[in-house]
């Protein structure tokens, strides 16, 4: 049962990855809050395994390790008891030979509680040391075991933030490894469908004259399936961006890429050209990559969602206060009732079948998503046949 102990153990301090490390002051100042509670010039936090005893904090000696063979510790933690107190070490013929009894310091007294992990192992002890005979009181007894706890907390809190550590490790790993996958099926998916395209522009032109109506009637339906597979494909890209680690530290002028993007999205406008109104928009610092997400979509759903004959008019406006920036764009669309107001930023969901409407249901999810990586938040109030006004911030 001892050998199972002891690689348990052993498993158990290689996880908490303590052995040999430098003093730290978290546990230098246990040390010397529990000399000073009992009166004793010297206060241990010892780590035992097979071979040795480190000691992880020591105050009131110099050395940082013994020999498993001089280890009073080691008999602490066997003892299996709550605590362990040896009144007088010269008289007990455990220790009555132990190079620090017989030599300096000349210890005498000793009282160890031991230090038990979560899983119930014992790997070590909280220790009061002293050169000469005494007894504590039950409530300095109390205070040392109330101490050994906190030892053990930083510990398994030192070994849940190494596990936290590795699994964040393997989450960028993932992660990295997906944003390639999505940039390789988008580029290798729209390929093809690029090709497609062309040849269908190829076959128009060369057979518009001898197609009857039901012929052209066909060939829309491909042509603009083949169009919404594109879009759709595009619309995942951008869903698998707002996962992406973003640089947040270029400088941004969101006014000009406001601009840009509703030049963008306006260019093959020729009837009812859209309007766009800007107030001051400030530079700021963010992820570029990130924003254009956000405003792209938000504006093109701006754009997309109106009634037919009717002029879009879109306001982007921004307010500040000492820790955000609070943007806002406001349409002139169509509006979402009350009832969907609370799924629209869910992937994939949909208030208008595509022969409304066109798209995937992921770009407000997209912007959430980025906006959410951004440590912002997002909202929208609207009311059906009236707009919609979209408010998102961005810490400073």
């Known amino acids: 049962m001892w050998k199972e102990n002891e690689i348990l153990r052993s498993r158990l301090l290689e996880e908490?990855?303590?052995?040999?490390?430098?003093?730290?002051?978290?546990?230098?100042?246990?040390?010397?809050?529990?000399?000073?509670?009992?009166?004793?010039?010297?206060?241990?936090?010892?780590?035992?395994?097979?071979?040795?005893?480190?000691?992880?904090s020591h105050f009131g000696i110099e050395i940082n390790q013994t020999p498993i063979e001089q280890s009073i510790c080691n008999h602490t933690i066997k003892s299996n008891e709550a605590f362990l107190e040896i009144k007088d070490l010269r008289i007990d013929n455990r220790f009555e030979n132990h190079p620090m009894v017989i030599?300096?310091?000349?210890?005498?007294?000793?009282?160890?509680?031991?230090?038990?992990?979560?899983?119930?192992?014992?790997?070590?002890?909280?220790?009061?040391?002293?050169?000469?005979?005494q007894e504590l009181t039950n409530?300095?007894?109390?205070?040392?075991?109330?101490?050994?706890?906190?030892?053990?907390?930083?510990?398994?809190?030192?070994?849940?933030?190494?596990?936290?550590?590795?699994?964040?490790?393997?989450?960028?790993?993932?992660?990295?490894?997906?944003?390639?996958?999505?940039?390789?099926?988008?580029?290798?998916l729209r390929s093809p469908l690029r090709g497609v395209n062309s040849f269908l522009k190829l076959l128009e032109s060369k057979n518009d004259h001898s197609w009857d109506e039901k012929d052209k009637q066909y060939f829309s339906f491909i042509f603009e399936n083949v169009q919404r597979m594109d879009k759709l494909v595009l619309d995942l890209l951008d869903y698998a961006?707002?996962?992406?680690?973003?640089?947040?530290?270029?400088?941004?002028?969101?006014?000009?890429?406001?601009?840009?993007?509703?030049?963008?999205?306006?260019?093959?406008?020729?009837?009812?050209?859209?309007?766009l109104l800007l107030s001051e928009l400030p530079t700021i610092i963010s992820s570029e990559i990130a924003l254009t997400i956000i405003f792209q979509n938000l504006i093109a759903n701006a754009l997309k969602y109106q009634s037919g004959g009717k002029t879009p008019k879109i306001e982007v406006s921004c307010k500040e206060n000492e820790a955000e920036w609070i943007f806002e764009i406001k349409d002139n669309g169509i509006g979402i009732e009350q009832d969907n107001l609370a799924i629209i930023f869910e992937p994939f969901k949909r208030l208008h079948n595509q022969s409304e409407f066109s798209g995937s249901g992921l770009g407000l999810a997209a912007c959430k998503k980025v906006i959410e990586s951004l440590k912002g938040t997002i909202k929208v109030t609207s009311e059906k046949n009236n707009g919609s006004r979209f408010i998102f911030t961005i810490p400073k």
């Open 103 to 133: 030599g300096e310091p000349k210890i005498v007294y000793y009282f160890g509680v031991p230090l038990i992990s979560e899983d119930g192992i014992p790997f070590g002890t909280l220790s009061v040391i002293n050169t000469k005979i």
């Open 16 to 56: 908490y990855k303590i052995f040999d490390t430098s003093p730290e002051q978290m546990y230098d100042d246990i040390t010397a809050m529990a000399a000073s509670i009992c009166n004793t010039p010297i206060a241990l936090i010892t780590l035992v395994d097979k071979h040795r005893q480190f000691f992880k």
């Open 139 to 188: 409530i300095q007894k109390n205070a040392l075991k109330g101490l050994a706890k906190q030892v053990v907390y930083l510990l398994e809190l030192r070994k849940k933030n190494f596990l936290l550590e590795a699994y964040r490790r393997k989450l960028e790993g993932h992660s990295k490894v997906m944003e390639e996958f999505a940039f390789i099926a988008a580029h290798d």
């Open 241 to 275: 961006k707002s996962y992406m680690t973003h640089n947040h530290n270029a400088i941004v002028n969101t006014k000009e890429l406001v601009s840009d993007i509703f030049k963008g999205l306006t260019k093959e406008y020729t009837i009812n050209r859209p309007e």
